[in-house]
């Protein structure tokens, strides 16, 4: 029964082509809105996520506090208030599992005839660990070297190709300011960070070989900031917690007076961005949605325009002995044809687009399977309930009257 249904369906459809072209067109515009909007959104999601795993879970950043000078304060990071006695203190607390008192800047480093400027940062093994950073060839420093102040150094990707090239650096020697430094590694890629700063433009030293030798400090042991990383998501308000009580201790700050460093959750942060993103990728597919539905108010009034210019139609249908079932089921059959081909021709405008849209403005885009077959369940649904009530009303005309209509 069925199947010949669909078939009178398929002639009725192609007798008036361009209007049921123009019927599908909304629900083609809103499926592939949908695909492309849930796509960028995804997209943006993932992206996020990446970023999140690139600077560490569970991560803390302690900045060490501001100066004030003619009562122009500057920013935190500029008094030196955080030592690495701090940084032991806070890796005793419960819940730390690793600790990176750090100083960065800038320098010049040197290769034969290459030369490159890069971020260089000092800090302890622990670095590693607290950033989630491996070695793709070679290793990183030890202990030992922090100790020793040894002139050795770990380098990014985008260092180590723009000095060595395809050559492999591990074991070379470059110039830092004049002085010779050993790379003993070089460091999987890490991509951009949610700042869009290039990751892997680092070279990464001992600690106390950038404190004596390279970036100097008239105060022995201070650091720029101190990384921390907690063992879950669920203990860090609480490590936090005793983290800023810790270092008030430590640097004897009365009751109500104001700290002299500054705690980033750097989790919380890019959590919160990963929240937004995905705020706006669900008003972005709301916003597409509504196409589905200006999409199914056009197939309910052709499909009302179809039943009375079909009127003798049902009416002879009727009289030789159509049920009201039949009539109602042809007329569905037909909305849903008309949504289910449009949400297939949708679809394909949907994922090309996306494709379009990742290769001219290099945004990412992640289709999933689920918005397509939300995509589906939502076309068939909005051919249903916008193709009832014409149908229905076709199915309820009087044979007589039905006859008699010009």
């Known amino acids: 029964m069925i199947l010949p249904m669909l078939s009178e369906a398929k002639t009725a459809l192609w007798a008036n082509r361009l209007r049921s072209f123009l019927t599908m067109l909304g629900m083609m515009i809103g499926v592939a809105a949908v695909i492309l909007m849930s796509a960028i959104g995804e997209g943006s999601k993932k992206s996020i996520n990446e970023q999140i795993a690139a600077m560490g879970s569970n991560l803390f950043i302690v900045m060490s506090g501001s100066t004030t000078s003619s009562g122009a304060r500057a920013g935190f990071g500029a008094a030196p ?95 830092i300011k004049q002085s010779p430094y050993v790379v003993i590694g070089v460091l999987s890629k890490k991509g951009q960070s949610i700042m869009g700063d290039d990751q892997d433009d680092t070279a990464i030293v001992p600690l106390t070989t950038g404190q004596r030798k390279l970036f100097g400090s008239q105060f022995k042991d201070s650091v720029r900031m101190i990384m921390v990383k907690a063992e879950s998501e669920e203990i860090m308000p609480k490590v936090e917690k005793s983290l800023i009580g810790l270092l008030r201790e430590r640097h004897r700050i009365r009751d109500g007076a104001e700290d002299d460093f500054n705690v980033r959750n750097f989790s919380a942060i890019l959590a919160a961005s990963a929240q937004a993103t995905e705020v706006m990728s669900i008003l972005l597919g709301a916003i597409a949605s509504i196409s589905l539905l200006v999409g199914g108010i056009g197939i309910m009034n052709i499909m009302l325009v179809s039943v009375t210019e079909r009127t003798r139609e049902i009416g002879i249908r009727i009289a030789i002995g159509a049920r009201e079932r039949d009539i109602l089921m042809q007329f569905l059959l037909e909305a849903v044809m ?49 193709g009832f009530y014409p149908a229905r009303k076709a199915a309820k005309l009087e044979p007589i009257e039905a006859l008699r209509y010009q």
């Open 81 to 175: 208030t955080l030592t690495t006695k701090d940084a032991t203190a806070i890796s005793e607390l419960p819940g730390v599992v690793a600790v990176a008192p750090t100083v960065m800047g800038s320098a010049q480093m040197v290769y034969g005839s290459n030369n490159w400027s890069a971020r260089m940062v000092a800090s302890t093994p622990g670095f590693f660990d607290v950033r989630e950073w491996g070695v793709e060839r070679g290793y990183i420093f030890s202990d030992s070297d922090v100790r020793n102040a040894a002139r050795v150094v770990v380098l990014g990707q985008t260092v180590a190709e723009n000095l060595f090239g395809d050559e492999d650096p591990v074991g070379k020697t470059i110039r």
């Open 338 to 386: 008309i949504s289910i081909i449009g949400c297939i021709i949708g679809v394909i405008i949907g994922v090309g687009g996306a494709y379009i849209v990742k290769e001219l403005f290099q945004t990412a885009v992640e289709i999933t399977q689920s918005s397509i077959a939300i995509a589906f369940l939502v076309a068939a649904g909005v051919g249903i309930f916008f």
